[in-house]
């Protein structure tokens, strides 16, 4: 099974920093890396497929980058909003897997 | 608009079954794959199983293989999970979700919102 590995696991910072979020791949998973945002109480929400396009409907703050096994997630401006558990998730093999989440939290 | 609605959660002694069901709509349910994905409380994403999106190709998870089926009805546009032989932990949140990608391996979205299965004695 892929591992996926997510760093840090969570982290407290203030409205309008810039946030950035990392997964790392067991092996090669070329762009096959989605991204979820999960809100408490709420089921998980696709925010970014294939690395780095962002779902229709999502903020523009929220961007997606690397290959193989190294991956970042970034909020541009961090927003009361974007409180919440974020996911990387691999497609590259089955079984399909996440990483451990990150937890954001407004300083 | 797209909506998937889970049910049959509910509170089950360890060793029994329960069947999980969720109901399709806004979209050609028979063009998609379709997945369940589990959240233990206070825990991360498990995936569990994927259907094809004509039912006839079907993976898990090593943790739940040879205990839990999953099928779907096109029909009725619904998607079922059989759970068996459930252990303390299979509790979890468990959420149906439309697939993306390719064959069976993709990305999730939307996702239902869940329905908790608790197994206790």
């Known amino acids: 099974d892929i591992q996926m590995t997510q760093s840090p696991s969570s982290l407290s910072a203030s409205v309008g920093d810039r946030v950035t979020i990392t997964c790392q791949a067991s092996?090669?998973?070329?762009?096959?890396l989605n991204w979820y945002q999960q809100k408490p109480g709420n089921a998980p929400r696709l925010l970014i497929y294939d690395t780095s396009i962002l779902q229709t409907g999502v903020p523009s703050r929220f961007s997606g980058s690397g290959s193989g096994t190294h991956f970042t997630f970034t909020i541009a401006t961090l927003q009361p909003e974007d409180v919440a558990t974020y996911y990387c998730?691999?497609?590259?093999?089955?079984?399909?897997?996440f990483g451990g989440g990150t937890k954001v939290e407004i300083k | 608009q797209v909506q998937l609605v889970e049910s049959g959660g509910g509170v089950v002694q360890p060793g029994r079954s329960l069947r999980l069901s969720c109901a399709a709509s806004g979209f050609t349910f028979v063009s998609y794959a379709m997945h369940w994905v589990r959240q233990a409380p206070g825990k991360g994403l498990e995936w569990v199983a994927v259907?094809?999106?004509?039912?006839?190709?079907?993976s898990y998870a090593d943790s739940v293989k040879g205990r839990f089926a999953i099928s779907r009805d096109n029909s009725k546009s619904t998607l079922s999970l059989q759970m068996n032989s459930l252990r303390p932990e299979d509790t979890s949140i468990y959420y149906c979700a439309r697939g993306f990608g390719i064959d069976a391996r993709g990305w999730f979205d939307p996702w239902g919102q869940g329905t908790l299965v608790t197994v206790s004695s």
């Open positions: 998730q691999q497609y590259d093999n089955l079984p399909l897997t």
């Open positions: 092996q090669d998973i070329t762009d096959y």
């Open positions: 259907v094809s999106s004509d039912g006839l190709n079907k």
